[in-house]
T-cell receptor
Framework: GAGVSQTPSNKVTEKGKYVELRCDPI?????LYWYRQSLGQGPEFLIY????????DSGLPNDRFFAVRPEGSVSTLKIQRTERGDSAVYLCASSLTGLAGQETQYFGPGTRLLVL | GNSVTQMEGPVTLSEEAFLTINCTYTATGYPSLFWYVQYPGEGLQLLLKATKADDKGSNKGFEATYRKETTSFHLEKGSVQVSDSAVYFC????????????FGTGTSLTVIP
């Protein structure tokens, strides 16, 4: 079946602008995760959704970052007043139930965000 | 807290050479351990995993054994191919600290013919 998809694949914006990044998880997966991957680094956790609710948003760096998942499927990561330091690849992942500690997370191809 | 340390790359090997990529971890509980691979231009893919001590994960000729006594999960392959050229990430998931994965910084492998 289809994997996790993310759009756009690339996004170039100017400092101070607002951006939205979309994630479409694997059908039937209740858990959804956002990570951020800077150049030469591993992915770093941002937020985890169980269904429609954000169960853990401890990785969001500041209040310019916000994410929603209104119907428990597609999620949107929103970044306000973008800064050059926000430039990174934003990864989305999903897993079947969100069982902590064991469950495989399936990753999308990422959105490469460049803030000029 | 939780963390993963990987050997630094890049690693360059000749085809059919033996591969080891070291991974050690720190965890508060009893984590599950994963290796993900990122081929050029593609997303992260699960390569193998192990959920408890002494488990061995294996896939596509790669193996890794969960060693609690040395807090390690080293990735090995007996004979690498050009198609194994990719970036490899070690990761852990610890039920005591929630659902997030903790990743190492990645190790770039290039296999030359």
């Amino acid at each position: 079946g289809a994997g996790v998809s993310q759009t756009p694949s690339n996004k170039v914006t100017e400092k101070g602008k607002y951006v939205e990044l979309r994630c479409d998880p694997i059908s039937g997966h209740t858990a959804l995760y956002w990570y951020r991957q800077s150049l030469g680094q591993g992915p770093e956790f941002l937020i985890y959704f169980q269904g429609t609710g954000a169960a853990d948003d401890s990785g969001l760096p500041n209040d310019r970052f916000f994410a929603v998942r209104p119907e428990g499927s597609v999620s949107t990561l929103k970044i306000q007043r973008t800064e050059r330091g926000d430039s990174a690849v934003y990864l989305c992942a999903s897993s079947l139930t969100g069982l902590a500690g064991q469950e495989t997370q399936y990753f999308g191809p990422g959105t490469r965000l460049l803030v000029l | 807290g939780n963390s993963v340390t990987q050997m630094e790359g890049p690693v360059t090997l000749s085809e059919e050479a033996f591969l080891t990529i070291n991974c050690t971890y720190t965890a508060t509980g009893y984590p599950s351990l994963f290796w993900y691979v990122q081929y050029p231009g593609e997303g992260l893919q699960l390569l193998l995993k192990a959920t408890k001590a002494d488990d061995k994960g294996s896939n596509k000729g790669f193996e890794a054994t969960y060693r609690k006594e040395t807090t390690s999960f080293h990735l090995e392959k007996g004979s690498v191919q050009v198609s194994d050229s990719a970036v490899y990430f070690c990761a852990l998931s610890d039920a005591n600290t929630g659902n997030q994965f903790y990743f190492g910084t990645g190790t770039s492998l290039t296999v030359i013919p």
